[in-house]
């Protein structure tokens, strides 16, 4: 029988299970990969917020990424959070040497508000880490970030989209969720170079559980990528993961609760 791919998550650990390397891989396990991982940073978190961050020395960061890549082929990869700017630079060196797709979530801030890349790795982040991007997953504050501009309509996504874009992704995903848009249907916009803006709608799913959205999404992509679909394809298949998770979503804790990795069977 012909093997699941390998799909490598490169993230934060979240020790409430909702994001992160949790979220990550419940999703590739959810949707037939089998998961692989490199923790970048420890977070002490929960429904409620994140209480505290540790993280790894660069070169075990590194370590980890290279173990993984001497013993498995890697088939996709996602990065989440990277957190500073000497991890970064750690990875930048291996993963410059991929032949696999590479998704970039540009994770900065947690859904609690807690800064979750340090202010002195933005400009790693824009200058090493968005090149390396097949796709780029931003949400609107991140995306006005690397883009330096920011974006309230259409027009906005179309600029802010080509400025990340000659920064050096191949691909932007601007997602929508953090838009004031009508209650029913919410866009996510792909923007590719040379190309205009293709509007990807879902329906609006009013839920408070969103905590590990961005993760799920990213991963869901990466691993669909792993599968050789099409990049609109497997940006389409992963909304439809995220928003059947969102439509059962639900608490497990105090504070919000994650998609429901499970919703897909």
């Known amino acids: ?5 390998n799909i ?3 993230a934060g650990s979240d020790s409430g299970g909702g994001a992160g390397i949790q979220a990550d891989l419940k999703t590739m396990t959810m949707l037939g990969a089998y ?7 420890l977070t002490a978190q929960n429904g409620l917020g994140v209480t505290g961050i540790h993280a790894p020395a660069p070169a075990f960061v590194a370590l980890q990424l290279q173990t993984v890549l001497d013993g498995f082929c890697v088939d996709a990869a996602k990065t989440g959070m990277l957190f500073s700017s000497d991890i970064m630079e750690a990875l930048v060196p291996l993963l410059e040497k991929r032949r696999f797709p590479l998704v970039v979530d540009p994770v900065c801030v947690s859904t609690s ?8 790795a933005v400009e790693t982040l824009k ?4 090149p390396l991007a097949d796709l780029l997953t931003p949400n609107r504050h991140e995306a006005e970030l690397l883009a330096g501009m920011p974006i309230a309509g259409e027009a906005d996504v179309a600029e802010a989209g080509k400025r990340i874009i000659n920064l050096g992704a191949k691909a932007v995903l ?16 792909l923007i590719e170079r040379d190309c205009d803006p ?5 329906p609006h799913i009013g839920t408070p559980n969103t905590h590990g959205t961005g993760c799920t999404l990213s991963a869901a992509i990466a691993t669909w990528l792993g599968f050789e679909m099409p990049l609109r394809v497997a940006v ?3 909304q439809e993961y995220l928003n059947k998770g969102l439509v059962k979503s639900y608490a497990p804790g105090e504070g919000f609760g994650p998609p429901n990795h499970m919703a897909w069977k």
């Open 1 to 5: 029988m012909q093997r699941p791919p």
């Open 8 to 10: 490598l998550t490169i």
């Open 35 to 41: 998961g692989m991982s490199v923790i970048t940073a």
């Open 113 to 120: 508000g807690h800064r979750l890349l340090r202010e002195d």
């Open 127 to 130: 200058t090493r880490i968005v």
């Open 174 to 189: 601007i997602k929508g969720g953090h838009f004031a848009e009508n209650p029913i249907m919410v866009t996510d916009w």
């Open 198 to 202: 293709v509007p990807l709608r879902q």
């Open 236 to 238: 389409t298949r992963a």
